[in-house]
């Protein structure tokens, strides 16, 4: 009897063990349908975002301030599906967490791209660095910009209203500041993106494709 007992004792704890060990695998349950969602959200913004890439920019005029702003907000919005990317129980998947990880460095330079742009933005609109220069290359040109519009400003005011002592004075020194404008303009419009941070446009179309991959890899899990 005492046998039968133990024997029916082991098997209620055995049943219930196996019961509390479907309802751990039901509460693990990954999330690759929530997952997919914010791939299938960031790769709706690769068309605008390539546009940016791609545009070619000689005046920054209404435009283009529209095209950097898109890009801007789009990146930032893609910075955050990204990182709760990052939190879904889908990348306890190897193969999630593997493509993942494969985009995070190229996402990384992404967010320096766009934290460029914004620079840029702000120092074109202001002719000021209102906000630290996000690395070593803007520094340098942020401090190349910085004295030649100081220069500009400086001759406006000393000439304001066409007034000048010396018209031959005046005239010697709007050259020199156009001629070191031109030179300004030279050293930076062979400029890349790869120069600015590290990655170059086609590094971040490469990165939309892995996107894809991992869309697939994702559709594939549901």
């Known amino acids: 009897m005492t046998r039968k007992i133990i024997l029916i004792v082991a098997g209620v704890l055995l049943a219930g063990g196996l019961a509390f060990g479907g309802m751990m695998l039901f509460r693990e349950k990954l999330d690759y349908a929530g997952a997919s969602a914010y791939v299938d959200d960031m790769l709706v913004m690769e068309i605008s975002i390539r546009e940016f890439l791609d545009a070619e920019i000689d005046v920054y005029d209404d435009g283009a301030e529209e095209l950097a702003a898109r890009f801007i907000e789009l990146t930032k919005r893609m910075s955050e599906y990204y990182k709760s990317l990052g939190a879904s129980s889908a ?35 202001t002719g000021e660095a209102g906000e630290e220069a996000p690395n070593e290359f803007t520094v340098g040109m942020a401090g190349d910009m910085a004295d030649w519009l100081q220069k500009v400003k400086a001759f406006k005011e000393k000439y304001a209203g066409g007034k000048a002592d010396s018209y031959c004075e005046m005239t010697e020194e709007y050259g ?18 790869m120069d600015v941070a590290g990655v170059s446009v086609d590094d971040i179309k490469g990165w939309f494709d892995g996107l894809k991959q991992l869309a697939d890899i994702l559709e594939a899990k549901k």
């Open 176 to 193: 020199i500041i156009m001629v070191e404008g031109e030179e300004l303009k030279g050293k930076y419009e062979g400029v890349t993106l």
């Open 91 to 125: 990348l306890k998947n190897s193969k999630v967490k593997e493509k993942y990880d494969e985009l995070a460095g190229t996402m990384g330079s992404l967010e320096e791209v766009r934290a460029v742009a914004k620079w840029l933005v702000g120092f074109i609109e």
